[in-house]
């Protein structure tokens, strides 16, 4: 194995070690790359049915239209609390605070305009009866099973020492650490401020939870905290805290050294990363879970039982007043439904999972994924080059992509595609590079040469693979084009030398332009004649199609040819084209000495021939039936005759090339034509002719319509023999 070979395999060791290092230490432009993959793969899976038991009752837009701008009162809260309640739920979730006491009825308003003894009386009567916000925790206490949330503030510069010590919430009741673990520099957010609940309404809630998400660094909502820490409590958010009222027994957290190892709450795992965040499952955009209108349930149009033993989330979804995040599926999502994801993921064991050290089975799959992309791209590397290469990595790209997909959707774990999507194509970037500088130079040298005879694009198919120069030929259907000036005997007697080398080396240059332009392979020069090839050595689908428009480019060039060569006293040129398309053999054909690039075969002489035939029948451009049948119908013709050119037994179709389909109208031309020709084969002579005048009609000195004008005169005179199958022989 030569030091060459290694190369690849080099490279590819030394890309794995670099991005290795990348992502144990983290780098913030790959992380960002993942977070957008993570996005792709949740919408590549597409939506999916979120589970049973977990339900919205929204404060929505005709809840407010109904009942009045947000916040509600507090009685009407009640009524709401009590209502969803009465269904016995198995658990409510409030997604708001009630952290400002409501208006109470007061006597002082009034009192200046009452009598004493009316306002002794009215000031007895007030004093019995109980503020709305107390009529709000009675609910609370009634309903036994509500949760309600409170919100952390991350804003505030330094804690509030006071507010620490009498925040009521609810804790982690289990915590346990490592021996090495430093309780001041846990890995978790710490919040420095709260705005909870009134105390009389959180003291009758079953639990407390906040509701604070953290976005990631594009602004998107992808995960959700597991715990904040305030003061020396850990505490819990609004879902895990409903979690532990439904299984009625303690939820617990664990840290290992800084970090968090594992969360649990009623014997289920919560799947956290080692900063306490767990990584959402989205089920699909907003809406996916069942949502119910609170108007509808204030109403009482809601079916009795329909939250019973349901998890019950209350929230407030209407425009300018809800709490709507960005997330993956849906730009504009409801917070409370983040809740409702997180409830769904934890219940049904599916929420999904970075790869993490603090999880030696993650990070292993991850870093094994990321070695074994990269070696295998340098493995590939070693015996593919060029394009191969280039399809090769990006085979392997997708295969990536596929098995990752594929991991994602089986078991949640989110392997990166950023690692080893980059080590694979910088491995193919740098193993490129390197074959470049060592080997494109002879290439590039070669090319040169060959640019002298091909179009840019032929001479770097060439370039790429030298083995077409080796003697032998192959094969294939290919289109060949013929071309020779008209009348060129008589031109070059009228000029000297030096002008006629002049003009020629500008006509041809001129037209192998027209070649050129359309990727056709200049074949030879012949004199004046030009034969050019399509489908040689470059693979082209469309090889005719190509050498039509040539074709016709050819002519399009000699008309301001003409105009600029009259200026120089040069002669007006004609030409004459004929295409051929059909089985031919192409390759290096001659000598080990003396060789050339050509192509060989009947369909070759037939071109040739149909090239001559363009003076016969008076018109630039000549095809075969192949030829138009293969270019298909961008392009208009018109058929011209059946003929039997010399070499060849059977008569064959030909057509006249007349421009592109939709760049004339030339439907009333090849319709008036045909029906003269059809005419001509039955041998109904006048009514031949009268066509063919037709369409000099419409196109004076039409050459065809001539020609056959005359044939017709003539056979009129003098009618064929009986077996005449309307065919001209040339010999």
């Known amino acids: 194995m030569t030091a060459h070979a290694l190369t690849p ?31 792709y793969r949740l919408r590549e899976r597409g939506p999916e049915p979120a589970g049973d038991r977990v339900m919205i009752v929204a404060v929505d837009d005709v ?19 009590t209502r ?8 409510i979730g409030a997604d708001f605070v009630q952290s400002e006491r409501s208006a109470a009825c007061s006597i002082d308003a009034i009192g200046d305009h009452i009598d004493p003894q009316c306002r002794a009386a009215v000031g007895q009567a007030l004093a019995h009866v109980s503020t709305e916000d107390q009529e709000f925790a009675d609910a609370v206490r009634a309903s036994r099973r509500a949760v309600l949330g409170y919100f952390f503030d991350f804003g505030s510069s330094a804690s509030d020492s006071a507010a620490v010590a009498t925040a009521t919430l609810t804790a982690y009741p289990v915590v346990r650490t490592s021996a090495e673990g430093d309780a001041g520099a846990l890995n978790i957010p710490r919040a420095p401020g709260i705005t909870q609940n009134l105390p009389e309404i959180a003291t009758a809630a079953r639990a407390l939870g906040y509701f604070n998400f953290l976005p990631d660094r ?21 879902s895990l805290a409903m979690l532990q009222v439904l299984a009625d027994r303690p939820a617990s957290i664990r840290f290992s050294g800084s970090s968090v190892a594992a969360v649990e709450v009623g014997g289920r795992p919560v799947p956290v990363a080692s900063d306490g965040q767990l990584l959402l499952n989205y089920r699909g955009p907003g809406g996916t879970f069942p949502h119910i209108s609170a108007a509808d349930l204030l109403a009482g149009t809601v079916p009795a039982g329909t939250f019973h033993d349901k998890i019950v989330l209350l929230g407030i979804t209407a425009i300018g007043v809800g709490d709507v995040r960005a997330t993956p599926f849906d730009p504009v999502f409801p917070g409370v439904e983040i809740h409702a994801n997180a409830l769904d993921n934890i219940l049904r064991g599916d929420a999904l999972l970075w790869p993490s050290w603090t999880s030696p089975w993650t990070g292993a799959a991850e870093l094994g994924a990321l070695w074994t992309a990269v070696l295998l791209t340098g493995l590939v590397l070693r015996y593919a080059r060029g394009v191969q290469a280039a399809l090769a990595s ?31 194509a910088l491995t193919y970037l740098a193993s490129s590079l390197h074959h470049y500088l060592v080997t494109e130079a002879e290439k590039r040298r070669t090319r040169r040469m060959l640019d002298l005879y091909l179009s840019p694009k032929v001479a770097a198919y060439i370039s790429e693979r030298p083995e077409v120069l080796k003697l032998g030929g192959e094969k294939r259907e290919r289109t060949v084009l013929f071309s020779d000036i008209r009348d060129f005997t008589p031109i070059s007697e009228s000029l000297d030398p030096e002008a006629l080398v002049e003009l020629l080396n500008a006509y041809l240059g001129e037209m192998t332009g027209a070649v050129f332009a359309h990727e056709g392979m200049l074949d030879k020069y012949i004199g004046d004649a030009i034969m050019a090839v ?41 030409i004459g084209v004929g295409l051929s398309t059909g089985p031919m053999v192409f390759g290096n054909m001659g000598s080990s000495r003396h060789q050339s690039l050509t192509v ?37 013709y018109r058929e011209l005759d059946y003929v039997q050119v010399k070499g060849k037994t059977r008569a064959v179709r030909i057509f006249e090339v007349l421009g592109l389909a939709g760049e004339r109208q030339f439907d009333r031309l090849v319709a008036t034509f045909a029906a003269g020709l059809a005419a001509y084969r039955r041998r109904e002579w006048d009514e031949a002719g009268e066509r063919f005048r037709n369409v000099l009609e419409l196109q004076p000195n039409d050459g065809p319509a001539m020609l056959f004008l005359e044939r017709c005169e003539a056979f009129r005179g003098r009618p064929p023999a009986p077996d005449w199958q309307a065919v001209t022989a040339f010999g």
């Not at 969803?84 to 658990?91: L, Y």
């Not at 905290?225 to 850990?234: K, L, Q, S, T």
């Not at 001559?612 to 293969?630: D, K």
Request: net charge positive; aromatic share 8%; with cysteine.
């Open 84 to 91: 969803i309640a009465a269904d016995e739920p198995a658990v």
């Open 218 to 238: 594009d602004g998107l909502y992808r995960r959700t905290p597991m715990a904040i820490r305030f003061g020396d409590r850990i505490a819990m958010p609004l």
């Open 9 to 39: 395999i080099r490279v590819a060791l030394l890309v794995a070690l670099v991005l290795t290092v990348c992502r144990v230490g983290g780098c913030r432009f790959f992380e960002l790359v993942d977070l957008r993959a993570l996005d």
């Open 534 to 574: 399509w489908g040689a050595p470059l693979p082209q689908e469309d090889h005719a199609l190509r050498a039509c428009r040539a074709a016709l480019e050819m002519i399009h060039r000699l008309g301001p040819f003409n105009r600029d060569g009259e200026s120089r006293g040069w002669p007006k040129l004609r």
């Open 394 to 424: 990006v085979a392997l790209l997708a295969a990536y992509l596929v098995a990752s997909q594929w991991v994602f959707m089986r078991s949640g774990l989110v392997l990166s595609a950023a690692y080893p999507l980059s080590g694979i």
């Open 600 to 636: 060989m075969g009947d369909a070759v002489n037939l071109g040739a021939r149909l090239e001559g035939l363009s003076r016969v029948y008076r018109c630039p451009i000549i095809a075969s039936e192949g030829t138009v049948v293969a270019a298909g119908e961008s392009l208009a």
């Open 63 to 81: 809840s407010i239209a109904q009942r009045g701008r947000w916040p509600w009162s507090r009685a009407l809260m009640a009524r709401l609390l």
